[in-house]
């Protein structure tokens, strides 16, 4: 069932670069620099949590669910943009905050070993650069993805909150296991 899921995903990613690459002047992605973000996820982000894993061999199970929690994230992003989520509803992008810094601390947790907090942490800095990422490109480059300065705070806080939430679920889900 995980495979089926992680190729599904795969296939939804696939569909929405499509779908930007082909109508990139459309409003829901003219001027965010969608394009090009979409093509970097493809190409190398969503690779890059398989190369890690078998980079760092820690086991011979390969941990389907904990890639199928991190590409979901670049599929609720992409989702939101093809949808038009992201303009049509002023707090959409909350949710993917929310739901992108928890599910990657979950999966250093998860996946990779690392201590809870320490998830958190690498989870919110990786976090920070991309939120740091969204304001330059609106300032150097003209686009238009960040609604000022609050937006910014929102999504960190939110950030931490999923962080939070994500490995206090994981932390519950592994003592139940051992019951």
Do not use: C
């Not at 970097?40 to 760092?56: N, Q, T």
């Not at 201590?115 to 976090?127: M, P, R, S």
């Amino acid at each position: 069932m995980g495979l089926i899921v992680n190729v599904l995903i795969r296939l939804g990613i696939f569909y929405f670069l499509g779908e930007v690459l082909l109508f990139a002047d459309d409003p829901r992605f003219a001027g965010k620099a969608i394009p090009i973000r979409n093509l970097v996820i493809v190409i190398s982000l969503s690779l890059l949590f398989p190369l890690l894993y078998f980079l760092k061999k820690k086991s011979r199970k390969y941990p389907l669910w904990f890639d199928n929690l991190y590409l979901s994230i670049f599929l609720l992003d992409m989702a939101g943009n093809s949808f038009n989520l992201y303009d049509r509803y002023f707090y959409f992008d909350l949710i993917p905050h929310f739901h992108g810094t928890g599910a990657i601390s979950a999966v250093m947790a998860g996946a990779f070993g690392l201590g809870g907090l320490a998830a958190v942490g690498l989870a919110n800095i990786i976090h920070m650069v991309l939120e740091a990422q969204e304001y330059y490109t609106d300032v150097f480059f003209k686009t238009h993805n960040v609604r000022g300065i609050g937006d910014t705070v929102n999504d960190l806080s939110v950030g931490l909150i999923g962080s939070a939430v994500y490995i206090g679920f994981l932390i519950l889900v592994k003592r139940l296991a051992k019951k």
